[in-house]
């Protein structure tokens, strides 16, 4: 069975360093890996995917994430964190009948 | 577009209560997906439909929860009689077309906030 792990619940980080949110997965073929964002009140929201390809992909917001076969990593970044960028994090993969399996996600917490 | 679009946004109802929660998807989305969140269990898929037919309800909880699409653009997900334990944020989601819409991203709606006192 698929699955992701989000191992941080809480990751803080100063405005305007660096940020990264790890996720790691575990799948039987070809993972098909999503990241999403949910902001206070508000339903989720796409911010990249990684199907196939380059190993780096970017997103929305100024968002990357690097995919890592290796090491079953799907861990999400970006170069200089805004307070904005505040909110909760979900990694998931996409299982053979095309549901998305969610990790616990992880809140970022961005200080001024 | 407007988006997936959801109501009410809160429902706060009495143990013992029928619920029923809109969804209207995307305009041309084949897919349509129910998931319920909660601080104990996160982010749980209920069911999912393609073409507006059923295709996995192993996620409903129990026979109290039942999920309609009667046509591409409205879904309903009930529940009768309604328990404090399912008070959650509920959402709907819907995604896109293709032959490759399984790997397309769902947008998802703003949520229902239930309430089961």
């Known amino acids: 069975a698929q699955s992701v792990a989000q191992p941080e619940d809480q990751v803080n980080v100063a405005e305007g360093n660096p940020l990264t949110v790890k996720c790691t997965y575990s799948?039987?073929?070809?993972?098909?890996l999503f990241w999403y964002v949910q902001y206070p009140n508000r339903g989720l929201q796409f911010l990249l995917k990684y199907i196939t390809g380059d190993n780096l992909v970017k997103g929305s917001y100024g968002f990357e994430a690097e995919f890592n076969k290796s090491q079953t990593s799907f861990h999400l970044k970006k170069p200089s964190a805004l307070v904005s960028d505040s909110a909760l994090y979900f990694c998931a993969v996409r299982d053979s009948w095309g549901k998305l399996q969610f990790g616990a996600g992880t809140q970022v917490v961005v200080t001024p | 577009d407007a988006g997936v679009i959801q109501s009410p946004r809160h429902e706060v109802t009495e143990m013992g209560q029928e619920v029923t929660l809109r969804c209207k998807p995307i305009?041309?989305?084949?897919?349509l997906f129910w998931y319920r969140q909660t601080m104990m269990r996160g982010l749980e898929l209920l069911i999912y439909f393609n073409n507006n037919v059923p295709i996995d309800d192993s996620g409903m909880p129990e026979d109290r929860f039942s999920a309609k699409m009667p046509n591409a653009s409205f879904s309903t997900l009930k529940i009768q009689p309604s328990e404090p334990r399912d008070s959650a944020v509920y959402f709907c989601?819907?995604?896109?077309?293709?032959?490759?819409?399984?790997?397309?991203?769902?947008?998802f709606g703003p949520g229902t906030r239930l309430t089961v006192l």
């Open positions: 989601a819907s995604s896109a077309k293709g032959q490759t819409s399984s790997y397309n991203e769902q947008f």
């Open positions: 799948v039987s073929g070809n993972p098909y």
């Open positions: 305009s041309g989305h084949d897919y």
